[in-house]
């Protein structure tokens, strides 16, 4: 008899989702030496990420609420890293 194993979606949250829509957007970075997530400040990466968001949202979840997930997102992560010495920050 064939069974199959239930597979979990990739991005089981709809947080999940806007973090990868975003960095895929190129609207945020990750710090490479402690991994927090970065705001790049960049308009057109984030105008990309809410043309996802409104166009292709997670199955279930309104264009609207898509995009207000995605907007939450931008509004919790700052443009610097919190472990970061200023100085460090500077050199990239």
């Known amino acids: 008899m064939l069974m199959t194993k239930h597979r979990w979606p990739a ?3 709809l947080r999940g989702w806007a973090i990868n829509v975003l960095n895929e957007a190129g609207a945020i970075r990750e710090c490479e030496e402690h991994g927090w ?5 960049d308009p057109h990466a984030r105008e990309r990420a809410f043309n996802i968001a409104r166009q292709d949202p997670p199955a279930d ?5 898509a995009e207000a997930a995605v907007r939450d997102m931008l509004d919790s992560i700052g443009d610097t890293c919190p472990e970061c010495r200023p100085d460090e920050e500077d050199r990239r």
């Open 37 to 41: 997530m970065q705001d790049r400040a």
């Open 11 to 13: 991005i089981r949250t």
């Open 61 to 65: 979840v309104s264009p609207q609420a």
